[in-house]
């Protein structure tokens, strides 16, 4: 250890406010920028999946009217 | 070499070696940056000239240097996209540039500070401060020319161009301190000496390096792939890969 107590340490040698603030920063940054990468990529994920089941929503809807279109019409009640 | 080329420019390629690495780059990272950071803050010993303040150094020098090499990096890149069209360095630019945006600012802010009971000021317009200011704007001119552009090829290119063009930038910064006079410090790793402090202050900033170099790659890796996931989303891997996410 450089220093002889914990207290020394936080104070550093009256210098213990510029050094603190800079790891403090260092960290809240570092920190949220990792953090915001990661729900980023969630996220992106997130609005494929919803892409891809609108789209499959879609096609199912088209190719129930298609059959409808090119058979023979059946009546079906939707009460 | 060419189908080596040519796989490395496959997005579906890289997002399974970038999976793979991801873990290690992260865990290796954490681990090296905070052995660092702790033998700098607790156990080197104190600076006989600026006491305890010099213990900045430790994020200091690993976020200026990446700061500068991140932007070589993009240059690299930005070669790469103008002559092969290689789709996958322009997503490295895209993806990359916000974070060396925040380390130029962290590089600055932890300068500043450090200058404050060191020089006696917060900031001086010297070569080597203003130089890094640039540095700053040039990044955030790569991230809003490309936010300005909805054609991708066209922004592709625009981006390449700016990041080319802002690299004369980069010796600037290096050799500030030797052209100009300037408050700041020469340079505390060069290639060919042997580093002018003791090891107990140099092996804690080369391991802060190192560990801050692994978790820019990690950074790299998790936002080019959003960023190929969402270009991508086409293609049949992307859907199968994130359908089978869901279950």
Known sequence: ?79 | MWQFFHKLGSPKWFFGIATRLMPWLLAGGILLLMAGIVWGLAFAPRDYLQGNSYRIIFIHVPTAFLAQSVYIMMAVAAVVTLVWRMKLADVFIKAVAPVGLVLTFLALFTGAVWGRPTWGTWWIWDARLTSMLILLFLYGGVIALDRAINDEKSAARAVAILVLVGVVNIPIIKYSVEWWNTLHQPATFKLTDKPSMPADMWVPLLLSVLGLYLLFGWLACLRMQTEILLREQRTRWVKEYVMAGRG
């Open chain 1, 1 to 79: 250890m450089a220093f002889d107590s914990f207290s020394a340490f936080l104070v550093m040698g009256g210098h213990g406010p510029y050094v603190w603030a800079c790891y403090g920063v260092f960290f809240i940054l570092m920190v949220a920028m990792m953090v915001w990468s990661v729900i980023r990529r969630k996220a992106a994920i997130e609005s494929c999946r919803r892409g891809y089941e609108l789209q499959a929503g879609r096609s199912e809807q088209q190719a129930v009217r298609g059959s409808a279109a090119s058979f023979t019409r059946v009546n079906v009640s939707h009460d």
